[in-house]
Nanobody, 121 residues
Framework: QVQLVESGGGLVQAGGSLRLSCAASGRTFSTYAMGWFRQAPGKEREFVAAISRSGSTYHVDSVKARFTISRDNAKNTGYLQMNSLKPEDTAVYYC???????????????WGQGTQVTVSS
């Protein structure tokens, strides 16, 4: 079992930055791939970024060059640095852990409770 807790969300103006954190406890965090997903009101949950156990990363096109996923296995924590935020980035952001690196939500076994990110125009 892995427990995940997100933090770092909030209200920011367009063009601003936030860094989300995902603190993991339970089984060894370094043995899991980690992903970030988001869900806006009235929309389905969508993939944002993922990082493998070895540090390989993948970001969806809409956030490339603006968002960066990373991890610190020594701290059992993952991060999502979000720069140049846009109103369309407004959503609840979730971190998730999976045995296998991927972009599909059904590949992820463990989920956090989510953190709200609101970007005002």
């Amino acid at each position: 079992q892995v427990q995940l807790v997100e933090s770092g969300g909030g209200l920011v103006q367009a063009g601003g930055s936030l860094r989300l954190s995902c603190a993991a406890s339970g089984r060894t965090f370094s043995t899991y791939a980690m992903g970030w997903f988001r869900q806006a009101p009235g929309k389905e949950r969508e993939f944002v970024a993922a990082i493998s156990r070895s540090g390989s990363t993948y970001h969806v096109d809409s956030v490339k060059a603006r968002f960066t996923i990373s991890r610190d296995n020594a701290k059992n924590t993952g991060y999502l640095q979000m720069n140049s935020l846009k109103p369309e980035d407004t959503a609840v952001y979730y971190c998730a852990a999976a045995a296998v690196f991927g972009t599909r939500s059904n590949a992820y076994d463990y989920w956090g409770q989510g953190t709200q990110v609101t970007v005002s125009s």
